[in-house]
């Protein structure tokens, strides 16, 4: 007569604890996947501005999909911005990196255009205020040149400057250079499309 009783209650207790393990899972689920806006392709968030202003970077799951990359944010509280690079097929990734871009009720994150990255932020920042100066194609910051070291050159020295090492958030189109100061007897020739030999006299 008893071994019928502790039956049924290890059926109901196994119910039971399916049913908690299936409720923890949810919020992993599709609903996971819903409290995210996609935001504009080729844009990958510009992590070194990002993280001075007060951006976190939080963890590079190892994962291959789109949605595991997003799920990965869902279990983070704090996570708020997944972005990835894209896979050779549909929803496949190469990486996913997760951020919280909330500094101080502030929305900190930038964004640069880049090909082959995608982004998802969490609708509750998307749609607020936070994001909106920020979101991927508001920011256009001004190009970085960098000729290389700095130099001293005697009379008769030729001096090449590469401008491989500047850089943009958007593609650089072309290069100019101009003697800002100091011997106005330079010259300057040009050898390919970022490279300028001057040649004081």
Known sequence: ???????????????FIVFLVRAEA???????LDSFEKGREDFVLDTDDSVKYGATFIIKPKVESTNDCIRSCCKDPNCN???MEN???EGMIKSCFLF?????????????????FLNYIRD??????????????EVDNPPEANGGPDRVVQPQESLTLNG???K??????TYQWHLVSGNTSAVIEVENIDTFSFLVS
């Open 168 to 173: 943009d958030d958007h593609d650089i189109v």
């Open 87 to 89: 896979g050779s097929g």
């Open 100 to 116: 919280d871009c909330l500094y101080k009720q502030q929305y900190v994150c930038r964004f640069v255009r880049k090909k082959g």
């Open 124 to 137: 509750v920042v998307y749609e607020s205020d936070l994001a909106t100066k920020n979101l991927p194609g």
């Open 164 to 166: 491989n090492e500047s």
């Open 26 to 32: 949810q919020p992993f689920g599709e609903p996971c």
């Open 1 to 15: 007569m008893t071994t019928l009783p502790i039956g049924l209650l290890l059926g109901a207790l196994v119910c």
């Open 81 to 83: 911005v997944a972005f």
